[in-house]
Nanobody, 114 residues
Framework: QVQLVESGGGLVQPGDSLRLSCVVS????????MAWYRQAPGKQRESVAV???????YYGDSVKGRFTISRTNAKNILYLQMNGLKPEDTAIYYC????????WGQGTQVTVSS
């Protein structure tokens, strides 16, 4: 059974940085792809950053140049470094893993406000 647990969210001011972490427990396959999604109030969940099994990385247009996704070699920890945070980045951030089945974390709240 795969479980994902996020941490690192919080309340920050515009321009600040945060690093989210997602600890993955259970059996992780070599073909696992991992990602960060977010969902703001009243909006659909959207992809923020994706890292494929081969290590290719893709970012949503709104976070390019500000956010960086990375993971440990064992793929058991996924990170999201968020710099230059804006109020529109306020959302619940979810960790995601796909290896045939989809797995989601419980989410961590990020609030950007002055």
């Amino acid at each position: 059974q795969v479980q994902l647990v996020e941490s690192g969210g919080g309340l920050v001011q515009p321009g600040d940085s945060l690093r989210l972490s997602c600890v993955v427990s259970g059996s992780i396959r070599r073909d696992a792809a991992m990602a960060w999604y977010r969902q703001a109030p009243g909006k659909q969940r959207e992809s923020v950053a994706v890292i494929t099994s081969g290590g290719s990385i893709y970012y949503g247009d709104s976070v390019k140049g500000r956010f960086t996704i990375s993971r440990t070699n064992a793929k058991n920890i996924l990170y999201l470094q968020m710099n230059g945070l804006k109020p529109e980045d306020t959302a619940i951030y979810y960790c995601f893993l796909n290896q045939g089945e989809n797995y989601w974390g419980q989410g961590t709240q990020v609030t950007v406000s002055s």
